[in-house]
């Protein structure tokens, strides 16, 4: 039996997937149905994680600190702030200079693929800021980017770029402001 991390984890990566298996095209509901999926099924939720407590100095008497249960959501702040980011590289690409959008592209490619450090980092913070999901969402997004295949990367980079816009829209609606 499949537990149902692993199930989310499939779905998640499924919404990820922009393409349509059959066609090739882009999903029609990609930036609909596709988007407002990801925000109420794996953003919105919260997730209860376990903090360690900052390293004090206690007596024997005292005991020693525990670790707490904290609830962890994803602001809609945090999700705005990386997708700032992900913008930001796009008009570097879009820019109008000598170099081609491809060129300027494959110099853009570690810093595309460092977000998911950042999303990583935001969640290992004490406190997290961001939840595993978001983590996993901009992992599974960012899979189609590679140098291998410039131009297919290119076009898969500029579909996430439209796709995560959606996915904030759809946050203004299904996230409560903090």
């Not at 922009?18 to 609909?32: E, R």
């Not at 794996?42 to 609830?71: A, H, V």
């Not at 494959?106 to 997290?128: F, G």
């Amino acid at each position: 039996m499949v537990n149902s991390d692993t199930e989310q984890t499939n779905k998640l990566k499924e919404l990820c997937d922009f393409y349509d298996k059959n066609s090739g095209c882009i999903k029609s509901d990609l930036f609909s149905d596709k988007a407002e999926e990801v925000v109420k099924d794996f953003l919105k939720p919260s997730e209860i994680i376990k903090i360690p407590q900052k390293k004090s100095y206690t007596t024997k008497k005292q005991g020693k600190n525990k670790d707490e249960e904290k609830e962890v959501d994803n602001s809609r702040t945090q999700i705005r702030r990386f997708y700032n980011e992900v913008l930001s590289i796009k008009n570097l690409i879009d820019l109008k200079d000598d170099e081609t959008p491809t060129d300027k592209f494959k110099i853009q490619i570690p810093y595309i693929k460092m977000l998911i450090a950042k999303a990583k980092y935001a969640q290992k913070r004490n406190p997290p800021t961001v939840t595993t999901n978001f983590v996993k969402f901009i992992k599974y997004c960012l899979e189609g980017v590679k140098l291998e295949d410039i131009d297919k990367s290119l076009k898969h980079f500029n579909i996430f770029v439209s796709f995560f816009e959606a996915v904030i829209a759809y946050s203004v609606v299904h996230i409560e402001k903090q």
